[in-house]
């Protein structure tokens, strides 16, 4: 077929359920004004990605098996998800 290459990660996320749960939060009124509260809060950064993982996880999946019963969380990539949203945090407020 063609000589073009399909680029499978989602939206430039490494994965379809690390993007899932990252469009999730943002565009969720609760959970993106937790995510602005973590962010807020200064002292242990390299912590960060285990605060979004505990802070989100069991909520966040909960939403997304509503409309997606085959999620598999397994492969969210927290570290990913903290790093981006470290990365535009001063665009956001």
Do not use: C, P
């Given at each position: 077929?063609?000589?073009?290459?399909?680029?499978?990660?989602?939206?430039?996320?490494?994965?379809q359920?690390?993007?899932?749960?990252?469009?999730?939060?943002?565009?969720?009124?609760?959970?993106?004004?937790?995510?602005?509260?973590?962010?807020?809060?200064?002292?242990?950064?390299?912590?960060?990605?285990?605060?979004?993982?505990r802070?989100?996880?069991?909520?966040?999946?909960?939403?997304?098996?509503?409309?997606?019963?085959?999620?598999?969380s397994?492969?969210?990539?927290?570290?990913?998800?903290?790093?981006?949203?470290?990365?535009?945090?001063?665009?956001?407020?």
């Open positions: 077929m063609g000589g073009f290459r399909i680029d499978m990660a989602h939206e430039g996320w490494s994965n359920e690390t993007w899932q749960v990252a469009l999730t939060i943002n565009n969720d009124q609760g959970f993106y004004r937790r995510k602005l509260s973590l962010l807020s809060r200064d002292g242990k950064r390299e912590a960060m990605a285990v605060d979004f993982k802070e989100f996880e069991k909520d966040i999946i909960a939403e997304i098996k509503k409309y997606d019963a085959g999620f598999n397994k492969k969210v990539n927290w570290a990913e998800i903290t790093a981006d949203f470290k990365a535009n945090y001063k665009y956001e407020v």
